[in-house]
């Protein structure tokens, strides 16, 4: 991404005292099914072009969720989208059309993972930023990757009086960010979920690294240098920036690991010898 991407990303970027969330659940064998994309499109009715500005998921009669921190700027009923909430997050106003339910009227305070609706037969997603229409999927990769770099440092909510300087962390993977975030987009639930039930075991010489680096971190005593908060629970100030890029290169590293174990999938722009590298440096190095 170039330096002009990365500031306008940068300033995209949405804050929220409580943390985000999906706009729906996906259980582990379903995939993100998408009906009608953004931009031009042919209406599956009429075979009329038209410029769609928004996304359709498949998402039936599902939970819909508040993504941040919001409000409920908008609510009715109308011929194209039917009954319909729109939320406003930060500089973003998020449309939710085709309800079969909706819980929170006009002025309804929201919180991420808040239930604020449900589906009907599909869902649709129309995303506004400043004013202007935005592809709903490159907003829900803004909300993924706020979602996996927090739950990886164990934190819920943005610190916004967090640590200076967080957001400039630099992985060795950040020529690649936008294909791994979306891959994350797809497949970060499938990959927490085997974690958790023990489906799916990081080698233990990740293990050891986890270990080894906050084992480090105590020495130099990076944790509790400021009164701790939901934001910041360990209490890291700037100093522990070194931790945050060496936790964030393992945690990424493991991801891509089991992409590539679980589903074959590599980073696009490897080459062949990259990928088999790669493996190699993943490897569980344990002696029987």
């Known amino acids: 991404m170039d330096k002009e991407n990365k500031n306008v990303f940068k300033d995209m970027m949405l804050v929220s005292d409580n943390g985000y969330c999906m706009p729906f659940e996906l259980k582990d064998d379903e995939g993100l099914e998408v009906m009608l994309d953004y931009g031009k499109q042919t209406h599956p009715s009429t075979g009329v072009e038209f410029q769609h500005d928004g996304m359709d998921f498949v998402c039936k009669e599902k939970d819909l969720y508040a993504l941040a921190d919001g409000l409920i700027i908008g ?40 239930v604020i609706a449900k589906s009907g037969d599909f869902l649709h997603l129309g995303v ?23 739950a990886a440092m164990g934190i819920k909510a943005l610190p916004t009086d967090g640590i200076e300087g967080a957001e400039n962390v630099k992985t ?9 975030m979306m891959m ?3 497949w970060l639930p499938s990959y927490l979920n085997e974690l958790q039930e023990g489906q799916y075991q990081p080698s233990h010489r990740i293990e050891t690294m986890l ?10 005593e990076y944790f509790y240098e400021r009164m701790p908060s939901i934001a910041n629970p360990l209490g890291m100030t700037a ?16 991801f891509l690991n089991f992409m590539a174990l679980r589903h074959g999938r590599y980073v696009s722009t490897w080459s062949d010898d990259e990928k088999k590298n790669f493996l190699v440096s993943q490897e569980d190095k344990r002696t029987a």
């Open 75 to 114: 609510a009715g009923s109308e011929e194209v989208h039917g009954n319909y909430i729109v939320a406003k997050y930060g500089k973003y106003e998020v449309t939710y059309g085709h309800l079969s339910e909706a819980y929170t009227p006009y002025g309804t305070t929201v919180t991420p993972g808040q």
């Open 184 to 186: 994350m987009l797809r």
């Open 128 to 150: 506004h930023f400043n004013g202007r229409s935005i592809n709903p999927m490159e907003f829900l990769t803004i909300i993924w990757q706020d979602i996996q770099q927090l």
């Open 172 to 180: 060795k993977y950040d020529k690649d960010q936008d294909e791994i």
């Open 239 to 254: 100093r522990a920036l070194p931790l945050i890029e060496k936790i964030q290169n393992i945690i990424i590293g493991d």
């Open 211 to 220: 270990r080894d680096t906050f084992a480090k971190a105590a020495e130099k």
